[in-house]
């Protein structure tokens, strides 16, 4: 499985970015797909998962009511619409796939990986 991201940049706080990711090769071995971000010395954190077969959802308390996850199966893609950006969501996004039903925040439990797109917001 190959995980391809795009989207991402600089915008102002505020402001609204999303951020898509493409499956391609074996994706029906896949059952969630996620989103993690990595802000400069700090560790990675979970942003948000959904389950591809029923939609199911989780967001880190510090997304919540301001991003959305979607999926679209049909085209093998997850986004991330991101709204109501701050400061300290700048960050590189990395998109991540697991071949359990787990909405897991723990990044080990995700075996694909995406390269990162950037994401930064100014103040």
């Known amino acids: 499985v190959q995980l391809q991201a795009s989207g991402g940049g600089l915008v102002q706080a505020g402001g609204s970015l999303r951020l898509s990711c493409a499956a391609s090769g074996r994706t029906f071995t896949i059952y969630v797909m996620g989103w993690f971000r990595q802000a400069p010395g700090k560790e990675r954190e979970f942003v948000a998962a959904?389950?591809?077969?029923?939609?199911?959802?989780d967001y880190a308390d510090s997304v919540k009511g301001r991003f959305a996850i979607s999926r679209d199966n049909a085209k093998n893609t997850v986004s991330l619409e991101m709204n109501s950006l701050k400061p300290e969501d700048t960050a590189v996004y990395y998109c991540a796939a697991k071949v359990d039903h787990g909405l897991d925040y723990e990044g080990d439990k995700y075996k694909y990986w995406g390269q990162g797109t950037q994401v930064t917001v100014s103040s």
């Open positions: 959904v389950r591809k077969y029923d939609g199911v959802r």
